[in-house]
C-alpha cells in the first residue's frame, strides 16, 4: 500500500477523525506506480461518471451533472472498497440544451467512440471491471446501444454500466425529495430543487442562490418529446425543469447518499456477474 502523510496533529479535542482513504479515491490524482500497485493489490473495479457540461438555469453552473456524478461515485466507492472512479466524462450528449450559451455536446457516435475507448484503456491498464454510471440522463441511449458491443470485447474486463434508467429514477430523483416533503413539480427534471439542493451540499460557492428561479414545473412526462425534439428552450425559456428556489444543502446531501447507495447496488451485482463468468 502506498504511504500517506500523516494528518495533521489534532488540536487535542476528543473528536474521533473518520477512517480516511489511505490514497485518493480519484484515478487521475493518482500515479501511474499507484494505479498498478492498487490493481495488484486487488483494486480491479472502476466506476466512470458519465456527465455533461450544459446549462443549469440562472442559479446553477454548468458542471453540475459532473459534480454529482463524481460525488455520487466517490461516496459509492468507499462503501464498496478497493473501487477507484473516473475520470470523469465532462462532455457528453446535450443537444436538447444547445441553444444557451456554455453548453457543450457532443454528437452521440463521438461519445460511443469515447466510451469505447475509455473502456479499453481500463482494461490494457489491468481493471477487471468498469462502470459506466449516467449522471446525465442524454448519455443513456448511447451507453445502451454501445454496452452489447463493450461488455465481453475485452478478455478479463467486463464492461457495463447503468441500463435500467427508468428504474434508477423512479427509485431515487422521483421518490426521496417527495419522502421529504417536496413535489416532483418542485424537485424537477433539470436544474430544479433537486441538483440545486446536491450543489449546495457539494460545491454550495458555485451556486448563486440570490438568481434561483423557478422554470417549468409541469410533469416531465408532458413535456418530454418536445424537449427532446425542439430543445428546453422551448418549454423554458430560463432552462429550469422544477424550482431552483427551494434547493437545501443538508437534502442535497441526503440525495447524494441515496444516489450512492443506489450505484453500490448496481456495483455489487456487476461484481456478481463478474465471479459468476469466471466460475
Ligand atoms: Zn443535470
Redesign the pocket.
Known amino acids: 500500500m502506498v504511504p500517506r502523510s500523516e494528518p495533521p496533529e489534532s488540536d487535542g479535542g476528543t473528536m474521533i477523525e473518520p477512517e480516511r482513504e489511505k490514497h485518493s479515491l480519484l484515478l487521475d490524482e493518482l500515479t501511474t506506480f499507484q494505479v498498478r500497485e492498487l490493481i495488484v493489490g486487488g483494486w480491479h473495479d472502476v466506476i466512470v461518471p458519465l456527465g455533461?457540461t450544459?446549462q443549469?438555469g440562472p442559479a446553477l453552473p454548468l458542471l453540475?451533472?459532473n459534480e454529482h456524478g463524481l460525488q455520487t461515485a466517490i461516496r459509492a466507492a468507499r462503501l464498496l472498497g478497493k473501487t477507484l472512479v473516473g475520470p470523469v466524462v465532462t462532455l457528453g450528449y446535450s443537444q436538447e440544451h444547445t441553444a444557451f450559451a456554455g453548453t457543450v455536446s457532443v454528437s452521440k457516435a463521438t461519445l460511443a467512440g469515447m466510451l469505447h475507448d475509455i473502456a479499453e484503456s481500463h482494461a490494457r491498464t489491468g481493471f477487471r471491471m468498469v462502470y459506466f454510471w449516467i449522471a446525465?440522463g442524454g448519455n443513456h441511449a448511447v451507453l445502451q446501444d454501445i454496452l452489447p458491443q463493450l461488455e465481453l470485447k475485452w478478455p478479463g474486463c467486463y464492461v457495463t454500466g447503468l441500463r435500467d434508467l427508468a428504474g434508477y429514477v423512479s427509485t431515487t430523483w422521483n421518490r426521496i425529495p417527495v419522502e421529504k416533503g417536496i413535489p416532483l413539480s418542485i424537485s424537477g427534471s433539470?436544474?430544479g430543487e433537486f441538483?440545486t439542493s446536491m450543489m449546495l451540499a457539494a460545491r454550495p460557492d458555485l451556486v448563486r442562490m440570490d438568481s434561483a428561479e423557478a422554470g417549468n414545473v409541469a410533469p416531465f412526462d408532458a413535456i418530454v418529446e418536445k424537449v427532446m425534439q425542439e430543445g428546453i428552450d422551448r418549454v423554458s425559456p430560463n432552462g429550469v425543469l422544477g424550482d431552483q428556489r427551494a434547493g437545501d444543502a443538508r437534502r442535497g446531501e441526503f440525495y447524494l447518499n441515496t444516489l450512492a447507495e443506489y450505484l453500490v447496488n448496481e456495483v455489487k451485482q456487476a461484481r456478481e456477474r463478474v465471479a459468476q463468468r469466471s466460475r
Open positions: 455533461a450544459e443549469h453540475v451533472d446525465h433539470h436544474a441538483e
